[in-house]
């Protein structure tokens, strides 16, 4: 019995649609007609970071290592080497973990019972290749697609303190009502970015930080369902995990990351930023962009950071 079973969603599961061997799964949406679309969303010529700075002031789960930025060559005058130049040198070195800022969640981030998406094993990720099956890499050329902002914060008329409250947990019904309110009908392929404000929250509130990780607005465990049907080949929300915190389910942590991830198949992004893209959508009232959000092309990895774009 799947976990979607188990906990009462309707049957959910995009295993073997794409054939045995896929490996990208909800990203098989985007077709070249839908990346055709998507480009047409552009129309003002104006571009939105989606990411945070990669740096040690923004949220990351506690648990995770902070960021690590070393000079590993300091203005280094190439003739001192003997170089016939006059060029000074500076490179760095990044250690951070690839769950640690604005983020993919690959294929073989999360399962359950044993398994990844398609039927991928335990024994596909390993400590030395990392992930064999289901790796982030795959996806180097794909997440390019018609974005879809549904701002929460503004719909739920949230905008006076930036976020939705925390632990609130975004129903099916919100979804619905929230791009009906905002004139989106959704289509199959689009990214689904989901604003909660709750990631600002962390950069305008340094005060309550203490509180910060006990809970976070997300999407319910139910909206599975809705991502199932609606198609989207990803999503996107500004806060940690996704999903509503706490967890929906008293004994199962993460919920909607094992269906999504594994049962679905969906790519999923966490610690993104909408504030400006939110604006933006606000004053001409067009709530879709291009969405141009590859994730870097780590081999074996399970994740990667990005800086995603919005263009409109
Ligand atoms: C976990 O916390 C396991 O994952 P994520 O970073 O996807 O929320």
């Known amino acids: ?31 070249p007609e839908v ?40 203005n280094l005058k190439a003739r001192e080497l003997g170089l016939p130049s006059d060029a000074i040198v500076n490179d760095d070195v990044i250690m951070m973990p690839l769950q640690g800022s604005t983020q993919w969640d690959s294929l073989a981030h999360v399962g359950y019972d044993g398994h990844f998406y398609n039927g991928a094993e335990l024994k596909d990720v390993t400590a030395h290749a990392g992930a ?77 930080r203490a509180t910060y990780w006990h809970g976070a607005p997300g999407l319910a465990l139910k909206t599975a369902e809705c991502i199932y049907e609606k198609e989207f080949s990803c999503v996107a929300a500004d806060n940690i995990t996704v999903e509503v915190q706490p967890s929906e389910m008293p004994d199962e942590q993460l919920p909607f990351h094992q269906i999504v991830i594994r049962d679905l198949g969906l790519t999923i992004g966490e610690i993104f930023q909408f504030e400006e ?7 001409d009232g067009r709530y879709t962009c291009m969405f141009v959000a590859p994730p870097l092309r780590f081999t074996g990895a399970v994740g990667s950071p990005l800086n995603p774009l919005a263009i409109k």
């Open 35 to 74: 990346v055709k679309r998507a480009a047409a969303e552009v129309r003002k010529g104006v571009t939105f970071t989606c990411a945070i700075p990669i740096d040690n002031g923004g949220p990351v789960f506690p648990g995770r290592a902070g960021i690590v930025r070393l000079m590993s060559i300091l």
């Open 277 to 283: 893209l939110a604006e933006d959508c606000a004053k």
């Open 1 to 31: 019995m799947s976990h979607g079973e188990k906990w009462g969603l309707k049957p959910v599961s995009n295993w073997g649609r794409w054939g045995k061997d896929d490996q990208l799964g909800t990203a098989n949406f985007i077709t």
């Open 132 to 208: 064999a099956r289901n790796s982030i890499a795959n996806l180097a050329r794909s997440l390019t697609t018609r974005g879809v902002l549904l701002d929460m914060v503004r719909y739920k008329k949230a905008e006076a303190k930036g976020h939705l409250d925390q632990g609130y947990a975004i129903t099916i019904e919100d979804l619905e009502a929230c791009a009906k309110a905002q004139g989106v009908t959704f289509q199959s392929g689009d990214a689904l970015l989901l604003r909660t404000g709750w990631v600002p929250h962390w950069y305008k509130t340094p005060a309550e």
